[in-house]
T-cell receptor, first 116, second 112 residues
């Protein structure tokens, strides 16, 4: 079975702190894709990143970085120097060939609160 | 610009009524999906379609149905609304894994 676990239900940090959101996944597929989405208080879902199972390079985009480690089945998301605008719910998702080529399995989300 | 729109944004209905939530996309995506979002559960897949006349059940499909008569639309019907179906519903479309899902803005449904 495919599964995504985001064990951190809610995290609170003070502005400018670094914060890491954890994502652990389970799949038997050799080819799969991992995603992160952001849901700000306004409610829309915003795509942040996609990573395929053959690309273990870490990704950095501005203050955001992602650490993909197949050995531990993790795809963690770090925000450096957090800002109040980063306050949102963040979802990790998995899509593999077993679950259907284009279906995503989502984690339960991590609510990040960045305090001024 | 291409977009994906959901309507209505908010809906209050009574138990037992049939309700249809609309999803319309102009991305020309073959793949369309319906999810519901509930606290503590994240997003759970209700139904999905990979093309015209193709529909498939997701993990929480009981009480819901969809039909795909064209590329642009995937309406979600609640056959007989129940209080357990009070939720926020998201429609999404994609052309594969390259860019991930594009989500609609969501429909907040309350069943009283």
């Amino acid at each position: 079975a495919q599964k995504v676990t985001q064990a951190q239900t809610e995290i609170s940090v003070v502005e400018k702190e670094d914060v890491t959101l954890d994502c652990v996944y389970e799949t038997r597929d050799t080819t799969y894709y991992l995603f992160w989405y952001k849901q700000p208080p306004s409610g829309e879902l915003v795509f942040l990143i996609r990573r395929n199972s053959f690309d273990e390079q870490n990704e950095i985009s501005g203050r955001y970085s992602w650490n993909f480690q197949k050995s531990t089945s993790s795809f963690n998301f770090t925000i450096t120097a957090s800002q109040v605008v980063d306050s949102a719910v963040y979802f990790c998702a998995l899509s593999g060939t077993t679950s259907g080529t284009y279906k995503y399995i989502f984690g339960t989300g991590t609510r990040l609160k960045v305090l001024a | 610009d291409a977009e994906i729109t959901q309507s209505p944004r908010h809906k209050i209905t009574e138990t037992g009524r049939q309700v249809t939530l609309a999803c319309h996309q102009t991305w020309n995506h073959n793949n369309m999906f319906w999810y519901r979002q509930d606290l503590g559960h994240g997003l759970r897949l209700i139904h999905y379609s990979y093309g015209v006349h193709d529909t498939n059940k997701g993990e929480v499909s009981d009480g819901y149905s969809v039909s795909r008569s064209n590329t642009e639309d995937l309406p979600l019907t609640l056959e007989s609304a129940a209080s357990s179906q009070t939720s926020v519903y998201f429609c999404a479309s994609s052309d594969g894994h390259r860019y991930g899902y594009t989500f609609g803005s969501g429909t907040r449904l309350t069943v009283v």
